[in-house]
């Protein structure tokens, strides 16, 4: 078996997190535009406790004056990036859990300003966070499986 033999026995779970990656480019993307926009969004802001206008133009939906939907946009495309293009070397489960394992806590972190803070809810920012969960349980599968092989 060569070093790249238990890389491609998690092909499924690369594909699997590429596509949420490109979901998550997506959901921050949109994250982004609003956080920009001038006028009020009307699929997304259901009333004062679901808004995600009031989360993403907060004081806190930007760190050193980057907003934190343009953070999302690259950590998605470093993970998509990851699972794909860079699949095959050796050190991409490692680096792929770390960059999943990050964006999660980022994620986490976040959801504690929506609900402790700013006490509104951000329907993209909830998307977001399921699919930095899904994506970490996956990088924690394809590390335990190419450990194992």
């Not at 969004?41 to 406790?49: A, G, I, L, V, Y």
């Amino acid at each position: 078996m060569t070093d790249s033999a238990p890389l491609r026995s998690s092909r499924v779970l690369f594909g699997v997190i590429a596509v949420l990656a490109l979901a998550g480019v997506i959901v921050s993307a949109v994250s982004l535009q609003r956080h920009y926009a001038k006028s009020a969004t009307e699929f997304c802001d259901f009333s004062q406790k679901f808004s995600c206008d009031i989360v993403n133009r907060s004081e806190w939906s930007t760190v050193q004056g980057i907003p934190v939907a343009a953070i999302g946009v690259a950590g998605y495309a470093v993970l998509f990036i990851l699972s794909t293009f860079w699949k095959a070397r050796a050190e991409t489960p490692n680096r792929l859990l770390g960059a999943a394992i990050g964006g999660l806590g980022f994620a986490l972190y976040l959801t504690y300003i929506e609900a402790y803070e700013l006490m509104t809810w951000c329907i993209l920012c909830l998307i977001s966070l399921a699919l930095i969960s899904l994506i970490s349980l996956l990088a924690i599968a394809v590390k335990v499986r190419t450990a194992n092989a």
